[in-house]
């Protein structure tokens, strides 16, 4: 995982946060200072926080969690695309639909109807349209697709929830309160970092910033994924156990049943033959004489 230093912070403007009268108390401890009317970030502080956000993405990877990135300011919408393509995780970089956590039924109706426009947008089914409905075809796709796009294959709530100025996506935030998601966030001296459980303390406007965070962030959850153990091809789809439910990794040929070893007892003395008597001989049967 990449080192990120106090100099590369400096070099990104991480440590300009918002002027003194717009400032939130609760940030207070994350503040070094003022400078021109500006609060100063403590970057020393930020670099343990990182630290420990990556450390919680990097797990999250190694167990196949999901992570949704959201920021949707025009300064960070890119970085955070290019982090969820990156990482082949969900995305919002425009417009947070409401609804998009808690109200899953409506998304994925949504959803459908994308699909089901790209599907009528497909040559062969446009044969026998006009221009214009073709055009209006395209305009709702293209409406949908931006809102949407992202999140299109998120099939299940993400693990985590990842957002650049919890201020701006308010929404996203209070949506992923109420399930419990984990946040992870971006937090400028102007934000409330209550509901955040992995805080970073910020320059959230920035595009610099927000490119060099969130590039740590995906190295970290590269990492993770990669730690991921890639099962060996085994032979058959049967395991053997053992009594205590343990898995053997000895590879089974042809199981045609899960097999129980029990380890704690012995073997029963085998037993020694038992000889059959042979059949006793019937004595023969006297036929009597017919009566005359």
């Known amino acids: 995982m990449k080192k990120v230093n106090i100099r590369e912070l400096l070099e990104a403007g991480a440590h300009f946060g918002h002027k003194t009268k717009y400032w939130n108390p609760k940030m207070q401890d994350n503040i070094y200072g003022d400078r021109n009317g500006i609060h100063i970030i403590n970057l020393e502080k930020t670099i343990p926080q990182i630290e420990s956000t990556c450390d919680f993405v990097k797990k999250l990877a190694s167990q196949s969690g999901t992570i949704l990135f ?3 300011k025009k300064s960070v919408k890119d970085a955070i695309k290019n982090a969820g393509v990156t990482c082949g995780m969900p995305y919002v970089s425009n417009r947070w639909l409401g609804g998009t956590l808690t109200n899953n039924k409506t998304i994925s109706k949504s959803i459908k109807k994308l699909e089901n426009l790209e599907e009528a947008l497909k040559e062969e089914n446009t044969l026998g349209l006009s221009k214009k409905e073709v055009l209006t075809l395209k305009r709702s796709h293209g409406k949908l697709e931006k809102g ?11 693990d985590a929830i990842f957002i650049v100025d919890v201020n701006y996506e308010k929404n996203a935030v209070k949506e992923a309160i109420v399930l419990g ?6 937090v400028d001296t102007n934000s409330s970092p209550e509901g ?5 303390a910020s320059n959230d406007d920035s595009r610099l910033t927000t490119e060099l965070i969130t590039s740590i962030i995906v190295e970290s959850y590269q990492e993770g994924k990669r730690t991921i153990p890639v099962l060996e091809e085994i032979e058959d789809d049967f395991v053997e156990v053992d009594s205590e439910g343990k898995i053997s ?3 089974i040929k042809k199981k045609k049943k899960i097999v129980i ?16 008597e042979a059949p006793a001989e019937e004595a023969p049967v006297e036929e009597e004489a017919p009566a005359e």
């Open 181 to 186: 998601i984990p946040i992870l966030a971006i």
């Open 261 to 276: 070893k029990k380890t704690s007892q012995k073997a029963p003395a085998e037993e020694a033959p038992v000889e059959e």
């Open 70 to 72: 959201v920021g949707t």
């Open 249 to 251: 990794t000895t590879k």
């Open 148 to 158: 949407l796009g992202g999140i299109r294959d998120m099939k299940k709530l993400p």
């Open 196 to 200: 955040v459980d992995y805080l970073i």
